[in-house]
């Protein structure tokens, strides 16, 4: 029976695995791993990240600045810390397990695909961010990869994931840390100015713009000229890629990729722009410029993530096809039932499984992407 220690947050414990199964490994990073596992009291599948003591000498203050955002947080689109625990050697940190893979193979595999479906991806991720805002946290790395569909259903809420980068806003705190990744951080921090929560309402803007296009709004293979093209602001609404979207979705993107943060929206300003709250988002299917240009410029293994959600739709594809003992007490177990037409995929899975396998152990960023 594992022991909370005296400021609540963390259990002790000997050994995990009097807790949890471990099934297997969805990915790693830095200096943890990410492990599919179920709560043997509940049989509830978990994320179990993983982080030895050791790796953890001189960051100290990184993870409990990770555990201390992640503590705090609840919110339906944000992937959620369910439990601490430590042993002599680890900290294990239990996490939501979310299952149904990752934002852009879901536009990819879709066949009908319009504004009005990225205007309701774009509300739920500034409510989920302005959520964080009012609590003084800024996310600062905000990006499609850390962007991953709840379960497999069609109407499968966004979760936020990934807070290695997030930073709690004490009052008289000036963030000027550069940090982020390359293409989606604000023009004044890559000034090296002081910063706000607007850096977060910009990185959404360029996600609005990917989503619409299927391209970055920024690109150069120099990453000088990058910067340059960020500082200045300068992007296009090329055509034709633009010629079939509607003025009022342009319109709402210069609004969070403006330059100035003082005259950026906020997210509560982006929630009341027509093209979240009104009707002006268009139907037209868009799919496939969209996908085609997902494909060409997102190339599998650039947003393939430290957390391997293919892994997840796999194991759990078996689990559905293997056994009858499944119960309906998880969340992520309700939502095991796919459909006929996915269950013949079984065996192109298990030829991907040693290529996920690789692109997994390859997966090495500084922060997991599963928190």
Not at 114 to 136: F, N, P, W
Not at 281 to 292: C, G, M, Q, R, T
Not at 333 to 339: F, G, T
């Amino acid at each position: 029976m594992p022991l909370e220690d005296g400021n609540g947050w963390k259990k002790k414990t000997t050994d995990i695995k009097e807790n949890y199964d471990f099934k297997e490994v969805l990915g790693t990073g830095a200096f943890s791993e990410v492990v599919l596992a179920e709560e043997r009291s509940t049989q509830h599948l978990v994320a179990v990240k993983c982080i030895p003591k050791k790796a953890l000498e001189g960051k100290e203050n990184s993870i409990e600045n990770e555990i201390a955002v992640l503590h705090r947080i609840k919110h339906k689109n944000i992937i959620s810390l369910q439990d601490i625990f430590e042993s002599q050697s680890h900290l294990y940190l239990v996490m939501q397990l979310v299952s149904g893979g990752e934002l852009f193979d879901r536009i990819v595999e879709k066949g009908f695909y319009t504004e009005r479906d990225a205007s309701k991806l774009i509300c739920q991720i500034l409510d989920a961010v302005k959520y964080l805002h009012d609590m003084g946290i800024v996310h600062r790395d905000l990006k499609p990869e850390n962007l991953l569909y709840y379960s497999m259903e069609e109407d499968s809420n966004i979760m936020i994931s990934d807070f290695g980068l997030s930073k709690i806003e004490d009052s008289g705190t000036v963030m000027s840390t550069a940090c982020g990744t390359p293409g989606y951080v604000a023009p004044e921090v890559l000034a090296q100015k002081p910063y706000s929560k607007a850096v977060d309402c910009w990185s959404i803007g360029v996600i609005s713009y990917i989503l619409l296009c299927g391209y970055p709004p920024f690109y150069d293979e120099n990453d000088a000229k990058l910067f340059e093209q960020i500082l200045k602001a300068e992007y296009e609404f090329d055509s034709p890629y633009w010629d079939d979207i509607s003025d009022s979705a342009k319109d709402f993107i210069c609004h969070l990729m403006e330059k100035d943060p003082m005259l950026r929206y906020t997210c509560e300003q982006a929630l009341q722009h027509p093209w979240i709250s009104g009707d002006t988002a268009l139907d037209k299917n868009i799919h496939e410029s969209v996908s085609a240009q997902i494909k060409k410029n997102f190339a599998k293994s650039k947003w393939k993530q430290a957390f391997n959600a293919t892994a997840v739709v796999r194991h759990m594809r078996r689990l559905q096809l293997g056994t009858s003992q499944i119960t309906s007490t998880s969340p992520c177990h309700r939502h095991l039932l796919l459909p006929a037409k996915e269950q013949h995929q079984e065996e192109e899975d298990d030829e991907e499984e040693e290529e996920d396998k690789g692109e997994a152990d390859a997966c090495v960023s500084q922060h997991s992407k599963q928190v």
